[in-house]
Structure formats: C-alpha cells, structure tokens
C-alpha cells in the first residue's frame, strides 16, 4: 500500500496551491499530488480572461468591500459572506504572491499589473496575462511543485475515496499506462477535482471535466451542495461550444442579434454585455427563442447570436485577446478584425460542489465536518458563488482557497496518524468492478449511451427548467442508467486503455446529472443560474438557503444549510 502524509488528487490551480502550501509551511510532509491528467492539462490551463483582485492599479477607487459587495450581488445573495469576506480581502495579496513566483501578468505602461473590466464587477478589476492567464499561473505552480519536492502521480484515474466511519482515509486509484491498481493511504485527503462540464452536451470544459470526485464523495456519503446551480457562459463558439472569453466583452465586444440590435439594452441597460453570466445567458437564450438570432448563412431564426469585436481593431484584439481571435479563426474560419462571430451559451462552471468550511475541511451534513477530507477549487463549494459566479474570481477562489485549504492541512495531519486500512479488500473490490465492465457483452457504445445522457441534461435541465420537464428528464436519466449495464468495451487491453476510463467517467457523470436535477427540482424558485419558468421569482422567505444532496443508490435525501449573511442583506438585482 501506498502511503503519504497528504494525498491532493487534482493538478489544476486549487490542487498544486495547496500542495505547495503544505510543502513551504512544513518542507517534512511527505505530499502526493495524484491527478489522471498530466497537471499541465488540467483544465486550469484553459482559464482565460483573468483573476479578480482590488489592486487598484486602474481603479484607485476600488477596494475589496465593493469586490464583495459585487460577488455577493451577483450570487443572488446565496453565497457565504464570510467566505467571500475572505475571498476578496486576501485577493490582491495572493496575486502578487503570483507575480513573486514568476507568473506573467500583463502590465500597463508603467509596469504595474494590468486591470480590466469583468462582468458584473464594479470595477476593473481583473488581473490577467492577455486570454492565457490560467497558462501562465498553472505553469508556474507546476515547476514550484518539481521545486518543493511533491511526489506527482501524473495519469492515475483515482476510482474511490477511502471513506469510513466519518473518517477519510485514502483513495484506490489506477495507473492508465499500465493498468496497475494502489491503495494509498494518507492522514488526509484532499479533492480538487474541477467541474464536470461533460454533464452537458455543448460545454466549454476539457474531457477530463467529468465529475469524478464530485461522484466518488456522494457514493462515499458526503453530501454536496448546490447541485443546481450550473453555470452557462453565454459567450460559446458555435458550434463547437468552446470559450470565448468574458474579456472580449471587458475589451469592449458587442452582442448583436439578427436585427443588428445590441439586445442587451432590454435586459440590462446599465451594464449591457457585461451584465452577470447568468442574466446574459438568459438574454441571449431568449433571443433565440424570439427568432432573433441568426443562421450560417445570415438569416435571421437561427442558433446563435453575433459577438462583434469589429470596432474594437486589430491592434486592440491582437494585443488583448489574441487566443480568442485565433480559436474563431482555427475552429470555424472566421477572421474576428472583420467578421463576427458566432456564440450561444455553453456549459461552463459547477457552483455547487464537495461543501467546506473557510478551511476547507468538508462537511458532513448542515453542523459536522469529515475527518481527515479537504476540497478546494471548482469541486468545493465554500460558498463564494451562491447562484451564479463572477467571471475572473474562480481563478481567484482556487488561489485563495487552495493556499487556505494547504495551511489547514498541514497544522491538521500534525496531531494525526496513518489510519487503518484493509487494504486487499478495496484492492479486490476495484479489481472485480474492472473486470466486470470488460467482461460485459452488451451492444451500447460508451459514446451512444453518454450522448443520450447529455442530450437529456440539456433538453431538460438547462438554462431554462420547469417542473415538468425536469421529471421527464429524470425518468430519462432513470432509464438510461440502467442501460450502463449493456454497454461494451471495444478494448480489453491492460496498456491505456482510455475507452475503461471513460466507461468509469461515465457513471460518475450520471450520479452527478442525478442529483443536478433532483436538487433543481426541489428548489421552487428562479435564483440566479437556476431559472424555473413555472417559479419565476426568488423565494427568499423559502430558498435563501443551501441545499445538501445526500446520494444512494435507492435516491437522493435533501437537506438545507442556513446562508451565512454578514455585510449585505438580500435585495433585488438589477443591472
Ligand atoms: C475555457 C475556460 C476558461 C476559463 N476562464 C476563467 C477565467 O478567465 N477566470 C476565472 O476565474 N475562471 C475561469 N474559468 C474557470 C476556472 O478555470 C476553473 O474553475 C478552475 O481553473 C478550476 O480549477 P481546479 O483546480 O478546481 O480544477 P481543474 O483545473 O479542472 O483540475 C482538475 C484536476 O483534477 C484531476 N482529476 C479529476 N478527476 C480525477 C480522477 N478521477 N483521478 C485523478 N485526477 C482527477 C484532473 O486531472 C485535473 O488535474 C475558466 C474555465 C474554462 C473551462
């Protein structure tokens, strides 16, 4: 068996921030980094248009109070105040942490950190390195890690969380190139896993955004939080779903529906195209609706609406979101100096998640905690985002948190020792679960049944829900888990064999589709991404609460946690 102080599975920004933490606040502590994908493919890598932090390099008038303010309004007043409190006052001083380590910000003439404008921020604010801001840290963290001596696992599929009696005691995971299963044991375990993009047919996330640890914690007991909330970016290439950045939008791009309007003046009249995601989404989805929006051939009735850089010229789009000119021009041939292009909204961003304390350690119902089981990133849920996240502070949540979550553990595992664990018992579970997917002779292709999935998420529990549809989309979902025993595995071999992966990937991705509509559907009212056409209005004296999905097999069980309102009271959103 495998055994290290701390096991961190996820090498994207949350998991290598903690790491190093861990490393720099006691250099003794043995830490393994576990993650399926080589850390530099992390999904932190495509991150774009930037990290929110009150610099003031731009705004002098900014401070972090109206950053909170902004993160809380945009929320729709779900989020913890105390943990955005934290979030926000923290922010610039862990940029320029940043900048000390290496990470290339863009500047301003004078040399200091570059600021522009974000949606539903206040303010420019957002600190980035052109539209390659999550390269550009992700990179730096990585050889930090190589740096401070944190043992990686590069391409292990973690398949189980070892948890027992409240206790978190390790993982099971398998090594990809050669099929080789472990048990690693640890005095703690933390998930930062990312989001689960997958869930949906059209999103902006890699393939690795699959859910998986958000699965393994709610097949292991743990609750998790805020299911409901999934973000849509309205600004996806059609129509192949991939970003392009909120920051084309902060550098001054339109959007422009067949009738050559700029639609958003009827939407949101002050901030127009830099209204909050959520309420741009609905915008635009609503423009479709109407006929509004265009096809290939420019006729109005179509799938998507125009983004338009145009007036911004080249040398502005060349210098500022060059990446974002170039994926329009590489995907679908068109050349953004003189042609817009085509968006519609496109799965991007898990508000809820594993849910934790402002350290990090998960909770196990509205008053207990886990024993020994951290998360941080885009697979928390602490709750910074409430119902509906700011573009350019989940890169910042990963910094902030995941260097919090690192200093918890460190002066956690101190007083703890190796747990017990029985080793050939998870070994020969995880063997016979593996043998038994190879050995299936069904006649269901991975990708057949993993379509059918993600079309019914996105028919029925988009970003727009109604009861009715959700409990087709249930019913649906109930059958086509079913059908997870008739799929067949072309590739028997014992050497990367990536279709067993995705056939691992897959039932995670329905347990976590599972409770995104169980959750959505027990929430009778619209909240910020969560928009219910049969409960149009926020119910604050019902719904101002989180929920807490407890998973099995025979169903899902709800619970609430009370809000934690400290600087704001909850009023009306308006943009
Ligand atoms: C295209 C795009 C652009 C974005 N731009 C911005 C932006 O400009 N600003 C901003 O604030 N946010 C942005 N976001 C959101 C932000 O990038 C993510 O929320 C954040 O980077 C998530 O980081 P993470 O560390 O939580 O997880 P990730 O970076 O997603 O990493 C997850 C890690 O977990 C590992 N893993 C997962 N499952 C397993 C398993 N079963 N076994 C082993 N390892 C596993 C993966 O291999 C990976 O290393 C963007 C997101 C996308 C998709």
């Keep these: ?15 290598c921030r903690a790491a190093l933490e861990i490393k720099q606040t006691n250099p003794k502590l043995d830490v393994a980094l576990i993650a399926k994908t080589h850390p530099l493919r992390s999904h932190s890598v495509a991150a774009q248009g930037g990290m929110a932090a009150t610099l003031k390099n731009v705004d002098p008038e900014d401070n972090w109070e109206a950053h909170a303010f902004d993160t809380v309004k945009g929320s729709d007043y779900l989020a913890d105040q105390d943990a955005v409190e934290i979030l926000t006052r923290e922010a610039p001083d862990v940029v320029i942490e940043l900048e000390h380590m290496g990470v290339l910000f863009s500047r301003l003439p004078d040399g200091r950190i570059a600021q522009r404008a974000f949606g539903g921020h206040s303010h420019r604010r957002t600190c980035y390195a052109a539209d390659k801001t999550g390269h550009a ?6 050889n930090n890690l190589r740096h401070n001596g944190v043992r990686i696992y590069e391409e292990w599929y973690v398949m189980q969380l070892i948890l ?8 099971v995971m398998f090594h990809i190139l050669e099929s080789q299963l472990q048990v690693a044991r ?14 949906y047919n059209t999103t902006s ?25 999934v973000q849509f970016h309205p600004t996806g290439l059609y129509p192949v779903g991939v970003l392009i950045s909120e920051a084309v939008r902060g550098e001054g791009a339109y959007l422009i529906n067949s009738q050559g309007e700029r639609f958003m003046v009827n939407y949101a009249p002050k901030q127009m195209e830099l209204a909050p995601r959520d309420i741009t989404s609905r ?22 609406v125009y983004l338009d850089l145009r007036h911004m010229g080249k040398e502005k789009i060349m210098s500022r979101v060059p990446f974002c000119w170039e994926e329009a021009h590489r995907l679908v041939g068109i050349d953004a100096v003189n042609e817009p292009m085509p968006v519609r909204p496109t799965v991007h961003y898990s508000m809820g998640g594993i849910p934790v304390n402002t350290d990090g350690q998960v909770r196990s119902s509205s008053e207990g905690l886990i024993e020994g089981f951290f998360a941080a990133g885009e697979s928390a849920c602490v709750s910074v985002h409430g119902a509906n996240r700011l ?47 190879l050995n299936q002779s069904g006649n269901l292709r991975i990708n057949q049944l993993r379509q059918a999935f993600q079309d019914n998420m996105t028919q029925h529990c988009g970003v727009f829900r109604t009861e009715e549809s959700m409990r087709e989309g249930l019913n649906q979902l109930q059958q086509l888990q079913q059908q997870y025993q008739q799929i067949y595995l072309d590739d028997k071999g014992s050497s990367w064999n990536t279709e067993l992966i995705e056939a691992l990937e897959l039932s995670n991705l329905m347990v976590v589709g599972e409770i995104i509509i169980t959750a959505a559907l027990n929430r009778q009212e619209s909240r910020g991404a969560h928009c219910r056409e049969d409960y149009p209005n926020r119910d604050d004296a019902n719904f101002l609460k989180h929920t807490l999905a407890f998973y099995s097999p025979a169903g899902i069980d709800l ?6 309102i400290t600087m704001f009271e909850p009023k009306e959103r308006k943009y």
């Design 137 to 142: 840290i992700l990179h730096e963290l990585v």
């Design 283 to 304: 915008a635009i989805t609503r423009e479709l609706r109407a006929g509004r929006g265009v096809n290939l051939d420019g006729s109005a009735g179509g799938p998507f």
């Design 186 to 199: 640890a005095k703690a375990v933390m998930f930062a896993t990312g989001g689960y993009g997958r869930v």
């Design 391 to 437: 573009g350019s502070n989940s890169l910042l949540e990963c910094i902030v948190y995941g260097k919090r979550t690192g200093a918890a553990i460190a002066r956690y595992v101190e007083k703890r020792q190796l747990p017990d664990v029985d080793e050939q018992n998870y070994l020969g579970a995880a063997h016979r679960k593996i043998q038994a997917l």
């Design 205 to 229: 996330n890699d393939f690795a955004s699959t859910g998986d640890g958000l699965s393994m914690s709610a097949v292991a007991g743990v609750p998790l939080q805020d299911m409901e909330f």
């Design 1 to 15: 068996m495998l055994e290290h102080d701390v096991i961190i599975v996820g090498g994207g920004l949350a998991g």
């Design 559 to 564: 619970q609430y946690r009370p809000v934690s």
């Design 164 to 171: 027992e009696a409240g206790q978190a005691k390790g993982v």
